[in-house]
């Protein structure tokens, strides 16, 4: 346990700082990053005598769990996203900025804009989230994009619609069919949904849309290096997603490593997969930020934080979510999930009211209530411990914590108008190939 | 009255070519570009005995009236945007192709493509619309994007709520005014359902987001050139309109020819607005592909087309919608909307048909059915002739005919349910600073 005391480190007035607002006699929270873990936190503090900074380079919220349906045209990336100040337009002790932090001061006790400005803490909370590990081949990065933003699902968007368009055009058959191969790497959550929704377009939403190809030719890849997908869920629900993905008319093959990415083809082992598409899901590390704190950081680049969540001889520095290594009772970390980063963000508001109020801090617990993964159409796993569930009930669980979920009264609407319609008509509403004609030019 | 003789004009097979389709016997009908024009046109030609080719170099339908939505937030790109392979499913007589046409060789009667491949025709319509015209002054366009189509619609948006962003964070008041100063160039509908859009954005839906500024301090300028703002309508409706702007905060100000464009400000005249945000919404001229055709074309780059909308000299080619210069009986070119491009590309599609039969081809007359503007929240203009309403039933009026028009049903059932919503809440369902960090930067 470790006792805090306050300071009344200001924000120093350079041109683009903050102005210093009425109540400056708190104690100030600089909560950087606004994903679950910042804006459960900041929420928590709603009613705390603090005064709270909210940073992000974004100004939306992200629902990444619903990300891979953007990369595959169900969702507009306006019904997952939520701009900030719109979340905390009612909590008048947050303020929001859009700024991108390059540095942490932790001697001095603030924080380094991008653009030259800064800004001083009392508290600091660190949840800048996770991106893609190529694990040592960054060069693979242009050929197989991960999914961690916006601007990354849109891209895989974009690559997706293309190839199809392409294949079109194509008259060299064995051209066509390495336009209409689709690798999906890394068979956790995010790969298998977006397995399930690749085969989905390929199979119903654009069967009548082609008159030179026929999109059920294509050919769903997903490779997984360990001996089965959903490494995280127990055995029996990964033959069960297996199971669902063959049916769909996905490849899925297992112990299968990756050795090399190029433009048009995968090398699994010796052996070349010739694709045009590849897109990658299978691994993250921690944003960059958390290692320019000079603290010790585990293989993913994350911080190895103290049972209080607080960073080691910062007891007034938090950091959580993806961007921490909190390790479980087992000595386990706890997995990169919403939950784990939401509890963890409610978790250190409380600890901030104690320390400001001269109490200890507690250490964290995290209650696992489950984890569930979908499929595609009328599919998915749910695991509670004891209950497991598969198929159809699986996959409206997912769907109602989901919406439960997402930020926004109004995008919860949307969404479930969204799904209804394609669950009824095999729709994509979000068939966009956007962006310059010169990046649609480079595929 | 010019007979068609008909032609076996096939494509040549390169290797990017179009594979060739059963019904090869038919004539074939190539339409470049699938807005209001060529979709219109595809669609009348359903149970023609041809097969057509539809080659646009993005893949969605553009609803173009409702793109200042997007632009302000209102609406997302995918509720204005439909792929136009999914318009024309059923149509089982036309392809579509996504290529981007550089050369038309009217004496071989084929098209060239950006790629390297080309098509033959045996009919052509060129529905390729129009593009922003700086009159001479293309060194504006960096610090005012025009509105045609999404990518300039996802930037002004951008920029727009970006100032609101970078205001909250300055200290300089001068500065933050020229922040939260937008000017809008040109009166016309464009110009001024814009001016209505941001002053219902900055006085409405984001006046709680901010902590250091008032977004109700921002300055909207509309400059217009002439007299009177909606210069198409009649006086008694400009006066109306800019009633209702004046109303609604907006700075109205005619007789303003700008005569330079910077990052930071607007001449207007001797006179310098500094403003960080400015749009262009003072002139079109036809897209350059028409300008290749070495035709007549007038000031705005459009083609002087003959009375059944024939290129001259050349009665298997047409040309409608923003890319003619069709003169009405009053010697003065039908203006590029909607309605003109619609009944262009129908009467194009009878004028083939008729073609292939052997008959004569028919002019063209355009039926006038009136016009419309919106303002913003709840109020309109309408001009049908002796019928002039302009306020709140304008405005309902308006909202119905554009969703009547908006291309497929789903689509129609979002924007009205964004409407709706936006209408009780004023909430701004699309509030997305989208793209990359380094775009960001540069504002």
Do not use: C
């Amino acid at each position: 346990m470790v006792e805090i005391t306050q300071t009344a480190n200001e924000t120093r007035p350079l041109p683009s700082a903050v102005a210093s607002r009425p109540s400056a006699g708190v104690p100030h929270v600089v909560i950087v990053g606004a994903g679950f873990g910042g804006l459960y936190a900041t929420r928590a503090l709603k009613h705390a005598a603090v005064r709270i900074t909210v940073i992000d380079r974004r100004n939306h919220h992200l629902f990444q769990p619903l990300l891979y349906q953007v990369a595959t045209a169900g969702l507009s990336p306006g019904e997952i996203a939520y701009p900030i100040r719109a979340a905390l337009r009612q909590q008048k002790n947050a303020q929001v900025l859009l700024a991108e932090v390059t540095g942490v001061d932790l001697t001095a006790r603030k924080l380094h804009f991008k653009d030259g400005g800064e800004i001083g803490y009392d508290y600091l909370i660190l949840a800048t989230g996770a991106t893609d590990s190529y694990f040592g081949h960054d060069d693979w990065q242009p050929w197989a994009p991960g999914l961690k933003n916006l601007e990354e699902a849109l891209d895989i968007r974009r690559r997706i619609l293309l190839a199809f368009e392409h294949a079109e055009r194509e008259t060299d058959p064995a051209r066509r069919q390495e336009l209409l191969t689709f690798v999906l790497v890394g068979a956790g959550p995010t790969g298998v949904e977006l397995a399930g929704a690749i085969a989905e377009i390929a199979r119903h939403v654009m069967a009548e849309d082609f008159r030179s190809i026929d999109p059920r030719d294509s050919r769903i890849i997903l490779l997984e290096g360990g001996p089965r997908v959903l490494p995280a869920f127990p055995p029996e629900l990964s033959a069960k997603a297996e199971a669902a993905l063959t049916k769909m008319g996905v490849e899925v093959r297992t112990n299968s490593r990756v050795t090399a990415i190029s433009r048009d083809a995968v090398m699994v082992g010796e052996h070349a997969v010739p694709a045009a598409t590849t897109i990658w899901s299978a691994g993250v590390k921690a944003s960059p930020l958390v290692k320019m704190l000079g603290v010790p950081v585990d293989q993913a680049g994350r911080v190895r934080v103290e049972s209080n969540l607080t960073l080691p001889g910062h007891p007034q520095v938090f950091v959580i979510g993806d961007a921490a290594a909190f390790l479980d009772g087992a000595g386990k970390p706890l997995p990169g999930v919403a939950p784990v980063a939401i509890q963890q963000g409610r978790h250190v508001a409380s600890n901030i009211v104690r320390a400001a109020q001269g109490k200890p801090l507690e250490p964290f617990h995290y209650h696992n209530k489950g984890q569930l993964a979908t499929i595609g159409r009328a599919a998915g796993v749910a695991d509670f411990g004891r209950l497991r569930v598969s198929g159809f009930v699986a996959w409206v669980m997912w769907l109602l914590v989901h919406i439960f979920f997402l930020i926004g009264f109004r995008n919860r609407l949307m969404v479930m108008f969204d799904w209804t319609w394609s669950y009824f008509f095999y729709g994509r509403s979000a068939r966009l190939i956007t962006g310059t004609m010169e990046e649609n030019d480079e595929r």
